[in-house]
């Protein structure tokens, strides 16, 4: 049988796509190979490949994250979007902030502003106003109901959630694979699926995309 370490798709369609998605620019290889070298976790590349085809699609200027790590996911949205935009981003550990504040000097070459907020998103979301085309919430996995009822203020129709690692290593789909301390995490992510599914007022999909994404876009008359 073949080998399925994330958890979710086997490993050689893993490696398939990933040897066919395009290589980053030397700044963002920088920033993978530091992740990669410092354990810190950042967008599956073919997750930032299929936000990049959106963002460049749909013509998204303005996105809010939840989740900056580094500053590197925001870097690669900065680059697909075309002319002026900006980027909000919330970072909870300040020591990850003030590093993707640098990192975004060194190697931001868009025309769009990215603010690092530094802080716990609880209490940084209520400060924000929007709009959003995008949100993508890549942080605390268990408060992700609220994050989104956040983001459902800051945009409008059509406008789209994105929620990263909801299958989280596959944990979310089966009680076989639950590690013991992430049960709470698990159960919090399966009842926010069970919601977001039924949410109305959107449409979504989970798709086993890197650690599995929920897309969501708002509907409207
Ligand atoms: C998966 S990483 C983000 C990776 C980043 N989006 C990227 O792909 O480059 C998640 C980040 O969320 C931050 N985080 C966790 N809980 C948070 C919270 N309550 N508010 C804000 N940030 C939080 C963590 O410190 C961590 O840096």
Redesign the pocket.
């Known amino acids: 049988m073949s080998e399925i370490s994330n958890g979710i798709i086997p490993d050689y369609i893993v490696d398939y796509i990933r040897e066919r998605v395009p290589m980053s620019r030397e700044g963002l290889r920088t920033l993978e190979a530091y ?1 990669h070298e410092h354990g ?4 599956h590349p073919e997750v ?1 490949q299929f936000l990049k085809i959106y963002i460049k699609t749909a013509q998204v200027k303005r996105i809010l ?10 870097l ?1 949205f900065a680059d697909a979007i075309e002319g002026k935009g900006h980027i909000d ?5 300040e020591a ?1 902030a003030e590093r993707a504040v640098a990192n975004i000097k060194t190697y931001n070459q868009s025309d769009v502003t990215i603010n690092v907020h530094v ?4 209490d ?1 979301l209520p400060t924000l106003t929007g709009p959003y085309d995008l949100v ?1 919430l ?3 996995k268990s ?1 992700y109901d609220k994050y989104f009822d956040y983001a459902d203020q800051f945009i409008g129709k059509h406008g789209i959630i994105i929620s ?2 909801v299958l989280y290593k596959g944990m979310t789909a089966t009680d076989d694979l639950v590690i013991k301390r992430k049960k709470t995490i698990v159960k919090n992510m399966r009842n926010f699926l069970d919601e977001l599914v039924e949410k109305e007022g959107y449409d979504t999909v989970i798709m086993p995309l890197g650690d599995g994404v929920a897309i969501s876009t708002k509907l409207g008359e």
């Open positions: 992740a810190v976790p950042i967008i930032g994250e939840v989740g900056t790590a580094i500053g590197y996911s925001a690669v981003t919330i970072e909870i550990r990850s802080g716990d998103a609880l940084v993508f890549d942080a605390g408060h990263d690692n």
